[in-house]
């Protein structure tokens, strides 16, 4: 049976895509077939191809099934902006069930791990009444937590987890990720805050690196509860 989780972060800018370009590699190197997608980007360039996001063009490099492009960000909104504000300057409505509807079609592809990413974080706006959250809880999948280690992140990433808790969604992990090459203040005092506050295993401590594919950062995966 196939492993779908669904990527959040703290916050934009986290390194979710980064993360989430990792595991799919790290699956990918154990034998998976993976997938990933990003159905709502903004921050997109046009290109002779139409629209394209940087983060979904990455996880569509690291995938190993290659999904056409509109099947990975079937929602590519150009401004750099919150996707909803985009979506209302294009003249365009976002939905969790269309979402939903095209995240479940996409996953129909056979496949052994696949990872449905967020953009910004939990409470992301999609319209007036709905949020990202809300696909999440459509999709019915667990969570992968990305944490970016930083300060303020012990609150950021507990808000996520109660917020998380509230939809009654199951945490599958999370990852903490570290934003530069020189370690935020603490870093050993604020992993074990996290570790003694969130019931759900840590999937690696990931360091600053070039590539997902670094073998810095792939050693720092620990992807065995995913598959359990």
Not at 39 to 63: I, M, W
Not at 77 to 88: K, R, S
Not at 206 to 218: I, K
Request: aromatic share 4%; charged share 15%; net charge neutral.
């Amino acid at each position: 049976m196939a492993k779908t989780f669904f990527v959040t972060g703290t916050d934009t800018e986290v390194g979710k895509t980064f993360v989430s370009a990792a595991l799919l590699h790290a699956a990918g190197a154990q034998g998976k077939r993976t997938l990933g997608l990003k159905p709502v980007a903004s921050g997109c360039e046009q290109t002779p191809d139409g629209l394209r996001n940087e983060d979904a063009l990455a996880l569509l490099r690291y995938a190993t099934v290659k999904l056409p492009y509109a099947q990975v960000n079937p929602i590519a909104l150009g401004p750099a902006i919150a996707p909803h504000i985009a979506a209302q300057q294009a003249g365009r409505t976002l939905s969790a069930p269309r979402l939903a509807g095209l995240c479940r079609g996409a996953l129909m592809t056979p496949h052994d791990f696949s990872l449905v990413e967020g953009a910004g974080g939990w409470l992301t706006p999609l319209n007036p009444r709905e949020y990202l959250s809300d696909l999440a809880a459509m999709l019915d999948i667990p969570v992968i937590l990305v944490v970016g280690m930083r300060l303020g992140c012990i609150n950021h990433a507990l808000l996520t987890v109660e917020a998380l808790r509230g939809r009654r969604l199951r945490l599958a992990g999370w990852v903490a990720n570290q934003l530069s090459a020189e370690a935020m203040p603490q870093l050993t005092d604020n992993l074990e805050t996290l570790s003694a506050r969130i019931s759900a295993p840590c999937l690696g401590v990931v360091p600053r690196a070039e590539a997902p594919d670094s073998p810095n950062v792939q050693a720092s995966l620990r992807l065995a509860s995913l598959f359990d």
